[in-house]
């Protein structure tokens, strides 16, 4: 069955530690690859996106992801994280429909 | 463009009581589905919509029912609330490239 896993639930960082969340799904194919924030009480955003091209994406707040195919990872990663980065992170999968598979979450701790 | 709207923001409903959760869209996308938000479980889809006079199930359909009369609006019901059903509830509806999913502000629903 289609499937997205992440396998970190909780990170705890200080301010400036560097971020990696992990993302892997579950077979192969086309794929669109997601990452949305959710801030506390607030809804989902994107965050960044790949849907074709280079396998390295930029998103917004200096967050970027890598794609790669082999190990069907969709990694999330900021080199110097902020207590504003506080919030859940949820990695998702389109297997070229519009019906998204969300993973689980993972909870970033952000503290100063 | 007010995007996806949702209301209510908070309901609280009795065992057995019923009431239905709005949602409309202003930017013309086809496609429209529900999840529901529950801690450690990450978003599961619950109807979704691909046009007007189309729906189907997700992941966990049991106990809600929807309808798409028109493209804007994706009503869910809840024909008798359970305390199981006690979660968030997200709308979403997707367009532009990569079939990226815009979502509502969502609704915090208790049932006693």
């Known amino acids: 069955a289609q499937s997205v896993s992440q396998h970190n639930h909780h990170v705890i960082l200080s301010e400036a530690a560097s971020l990696e969340l992990g993302c892997n799904y579950s077979?192969?194919?086309?794929?669109?690859l997601f990452w949305y924030v959710q801030y506390p009480g607030q809804h989902l955003q994107l965050l960044l996106k790949?849907?074709?091209?280079?396998?390295l994406v930029k998103g917004i707040k200096g967050f970027e992801a890598e794609f790669i195919k082999s190990k069907f990872s969709f990694n999330l990663r900021k080199p110097s994280v902020q207590w504003s980065d506080t919030a859940e992170y949820f990695c998702?999968?389109?297997?070229?429909?519009?019906?998204?598979?969300f993973g689980t979450g993972t909870r970033l701790q952000v503290f100063p | 463009n007010a995007g996806v709207t949702q209301t209510p923001k908070f309901q609280v409903l009795k065992t057995g009581q019923s009431m239905t959760l709005q949602c409309a869209q202003d930017?013309?996308?086809?496609?429209m589905s529900w999840y529901r938000q529950d801690p450690g479980m990450g978003l599961r889809l619950i109807h979704y919509?691909?046009?007007?006079?189309?729906?189907d199930q997700g992941e966990v359909p049991n106990g809600y029912n929807v309808s798409r009369s028109t493209t804007e609006d994706f009503p869910l019901r809840l024909l008798s609330a359970a305390p199981s059903q006690t979660s968030v509830y997200f709308c979403?509806?997707?367009?532009?490239?990569?079939?990226?999913?815009?979502f509502g502000p969502g609704t915090r629903l208790t049932v006693t």
């Open positions: 790949y849907f074709s091209g280079d396998p």
């Open positions: 998702a999968v389109s297997y070229n429909t519009d019906k998204l598979i």
């Open positions: 930017m013309n996308h086809e496609y």
């Open positions: 077979y192969g194919g086309t794929v669109n």
């Open positions: 919509s691909v046009g007007a006079g189309i729906t």
């Open positions: 979403a509806s997707t367009g532009g490239t990569a079939y990226e999913q815009y």
